[in-house]
């Protein structure tokens, strides 16, 4: 290297030696994520061990969906899954008002750092036969964008179907 710069015929002065730090480092992956800075400096294993506590403070009761959510994001991150599949998937059923949608919102902003990693897909709106080509694409040389597929853009992100009761039978 030094002899590369004198022959560049930059004075060795003028060179500044600089070390990359781990906010540096939080930097870059924080613009090839999308996911906030915080997020990414944060020290992982202390979201995870917390990761109960701090759901809880937004979701009343519910410590059963809670506690399965927080275990299958520490196995996850543990290393104990297949990195060409998704973290992990949860299917959360029950009637109006229980928390399922306000839990799933909690654990992307929690998790993720915003609300905006979760995709949220409206299934009334894919009542009728044709309207599946909304949701995964129509054939070439129509129209129709695929929502959920064209929404995938990031590596971590979550998808939440929300009124499947009203979808379209048979």
């Known amino acids: 290297v030094a002899e ?3 022959q560049s015929g930059v004075p060795s002065e003028a060179t500044l030696v600089r070390q990359v730090t781990a906010e540096d480092v939080a930097q870059v992956v924080s613009s090839w994520t999308g996911i906030a ?3 990414v400096s944060a020290s992982e294993s202390s979201r995870l061990l917390h990761l109960e506590k701090e759901l809880h403070e937004t979701i009343i009761g519910q410590d059963e969906a809670v506690q399965s959510v927080s275990r ?3 196995r996850a991150r543990a290393g104990l899954r297949n990195p060409q599949r998704p973290m992990a998937g949860f299917c959360f059923c029950g009637p109006t008002g229980v928390g399922k949608t306000a839990l799933c919102k909690t654990l992307a902003s929690t998790f993720f750092g915003s609300e905006e990693t979760m995709i949220r897909l409206d ?3 894919f009542m009728e036969k044709h309207t599946v080509s909304k949701l995964i694409g129509a054939p070439p040389g129509y129209a129709p964008l695929a929502a959920f597929c064209c929404s995938l853009g990031r590596s971590e992100q979550g998808a939440l179907f929300g009124h499947g009761s009203r979808l379209r039978q048979g």
């Open 123 to 125: 299934m009334s709106e």
């Open 72 to 74: 299958a994001l520490r």
């Open 4 to 6: 590369l710069l004198q």
């Open 37 to 39: 800075v915080e997020q």
